[in-house]
């Protein structure tokens, strides 16, 4: 098993940054590829990004390329999220989840079956 714990959230104006924090722990070594998603009220969850742990490709939703970077430390067992020029469609609770499994789709939230409780990132504009 693998326990994540998000941190990270907060409040901004349009156009600040924010960086999610996700530390893992247990089985960490068999994860195969992590990733955020988020979730607005009403509407369903969806993959922002991910990353395979080895070799660390990383995969972004079309409404984030060049404003969000996914990244990973392994020697803090660390999953990050740097988001940049964030916007008002951004605001949503932000998870990080993990698989064991393989995959070649690795923002599809029911591939992953280990969750962290949630961060809210809410953006004014």
């Known amino acids: 098993q693998v326990q994540l714990a998000e941190s990270g959230g907060g409040s901004v104006q349009a156009g600040g940054s924010l960086r999610l924090s996700c530390v893992t722990s247990g089985h960490t070594y068999y994860v195969y590829s992590m990733a955020w998603f988020r979730q607005a009220p009403g509407k369903e969850r969806e993959g922002v990004a991910a990353?395979?742990?080895?070799?660390?490709?990383?995969i972004y939703a079309d409404s984030v390329k060049g404003r969000f970077t996914i990244s990973q430390d392994n020697a803090k067992n660390t999953l990050y999220l740097q988001m940049n020029s964030l916007k008002p469609e951004d605001t949503a609770m932000y998870y990080c989840a993990a698989t064991f499994g393989q995959n070649r789709a690795p923002l599809t939230p029911s591939l992953y079956n280990y969750w962290g409780q949630g961060t809210q990132v809410t953006v004014s504009s």
């Open positions: 990353i395979y742990t080895s070799p660390g490709t990383t």
